[in-house]
């Protein structure tokens, strides 16, 4: 019985396996985070299109700090929020590699605002990806520049105030006006057809520049926070969708040009 068990799971189609672009280093992301998801199809795309040897990241200060344990690709680490500076840099000097920057929501969108802006505004070619879990997972829960109203974080322990903290910065829509941005998006990757959407993105964007397409490619990637929210993961999947996807809509805000 053994030998015909064997025999049945050998004809068996592999559905999927793990990337040659991954380590075997586990990932040190908490149970249920979205950066998991997103490490992997970062090197899932990166493999099925022969790249490997030709994609430079960039990884920041924050939850993704280890990147270049879990990814082999040439990676490059840079200061607080200066990840699309640094991109910016490698790209010109080695315009033949494709070039990408991993940002959360406290690098990119709050210290890092004004690399972020120019950067687009430049239209590097480059692809920055931008996750957005509305909190400082790393540093202590902090809120950051997304954390929606009345959200309970280490730092606003009765919630957002607008009059108070201000508005979610809603920062994508913004980049979306810029000449450089030539494709802008909104995924996630909380459900199984979230993360097909959000691979079809990533692949998308790759191939613009793999074509010889000019411009930054913009990915925003709303994710969960298990820890910081206080959630299982299951909850907060849930609680993106009953009330985070209302204010961070998903879907194309700049298609690529025609």
Excluded at 10 to 18: F, I, T
């Amino acid at each position: 019985m053994e030998g015909v068990q064997c025999d049945y799971l050998s004809e068996l189609d592999v559905v999927w396996d793990r990337s040659e672009t991954l380590t075997e280093k586990p990932f040190h992301y908490c149970p249920g985070c979205g950066h998991s998801v997103m490490n992997r199809l970062l090197m899932e795309v990166v493999q099925e299109l022969g790249i490997q040897d030709k994609t430079i990241g960039v990884a920041p200060v924050g939850c993704a700090v280890f990147m270049y344990h879990y990814m082999d690709i040439d990676m490059q680490e840079a200061a607080h929020g200066r990840a699309s500076a640094v991109a910016t840099g490698i790209k010109r000097i080695l315009p033949d590699r494709f070039v990408f920057s991993y940002q959360g929501d406290g690098d990119l969108a709050a210290i890092g605002t004004a690399e972020t802006i120019h950067t687009v505004n430049r239209g590097e070619n480059i692809i920055m990806l931008f996750i957005n879990n509305g909190i400082y997972g790393m540093t202590g829960g902090q809120m950051a520049p997304t954390t929606l109203k009345g959200s309970i974080t280490s730092t606003t322990s009765s919630g957002r105030e607008y009059d108070r903290h201000g508005y979610p910065l809603d920062i994508t829509p913004l980049i979306s006006q810029l000449p450089g941005a030539s494709y802008v998006t909104r995924q996630s990757v909380d459900t199984a057809k979230a993360v097909r959407k959000t691979k079809k993105a990533l692949t998308k964007a790759f191939q613009f520049h793999m074509n010889g397409g000019e411009g930054v490619c913009f990915l925003e990637i709303v994710s969960n926070c298990p820890s910081g929210w206080k959630m299982t993961p299951i909850e907060s999947n849930e609680w993106l969708q009953d009330h985070v996807f209302n204010h961070y809509p998903l879907g194309d805000i700049k298609p690529f040009p025609k």
